[in-house]
């Protein structure tokens, strides 16, 4: 016994079909942007003086890499 074939144009479920996946330009990273992100991460439950420590640490951080930028 065979099947039937499927009818074609396929039928419409109703649902909305979805958009196409289209990757949104980014903005140049801001090393100084993503330094404080990474002292606000990190100070979750940090007493000022560790957030300022932190703080110190990415902004050493942050000069030292400035140093290799071409």
């Known amino acids: ?5 499927p009818s ?3 039928r419409s479920t109703g649902r909305p ?3 196409p996946y289209v990757a ?3 903005e140049p990273l801001d090393p100084a942007h ?5 002292v606000r991460r990190r100070a979750k439950g940090m007493t000022a003086d560790a957030a300022a ?8 951080d942050a ?3 400035s140093r290799h930028e071409r």
Not at 34 to 38: A, D, E, S
Not at 53 to 60: G, K, N, T, Y
């Open 34 to 38: 993503t330094g404080r992100r990474w």
């Open 24 to 26: 949104v330009p980014r």
């Open 8 to 10: 074609w144009p396929p």
């Open 1 to 5: 016994m065979t099947t039937p074939l």
């Open 53 to 60: 420590a932190a703080l110190d640490v990415a902004r050493f």
């Open 63 to 65: 000069r030292q890499n």
């Open 17 to 19: 079909t979805a958009a």
